[in-house]
């Protein structure tokens, strides 16, 4: 049987994570915020990797990271040319 892990957070940082949802960022970026209001919620890993259609080791990797995974690692190879903004444009 699998673990049925939870995060907790603080009233401001749940506040925190959803106002960051209204800012401009990747598509990467706003699900793994997604994923960490649905635990908070008290969604298991399996029920958040089935409903934004993921990976269970992904889900499991978010909340082990917390906030800190939140934003993109950096990749290797050429700079991006425009920001995730200027692309919306």
């Given at each position: 049987m699998r673990l049925h892990r939870f995060i907790t957070a603080t009233a401001a940082e749940t506040a925190g994570l959803k106002a960051q949802l209204t800012q401009p960022m990747s598509r990467q970026e706003t699900v793994r915020i997604?994923?960490?209001?649905?635990?908070?919620?008290?969604?298991?890993?399996?029920?958040?990797?089935?409903?934004?259609?993921?990976?269970?080791?992904?889900v499991?990797?978010?909340?082990?990271?917390?906030?800190?995974?939140?934003?993109?690692?950096?990749?290797?190879g050429r700079k991006r040319i425009y920001t995730?903004?200027?692309?919306?444009?």
């Open positions: 997604e994923g960490l209001l649905l635990s908070l919620k008290g969604y298991t890993i399996d029920q958040i990797s089935d409903i934004l259609e993921v990976k269970r080791d992904t499991a990797r978010w909340e082990t990271e917390k906030l800190e995974g939140l934003k993109n690692r950096p990749k290797s995730v903004v200027e692309e919306k444009k």
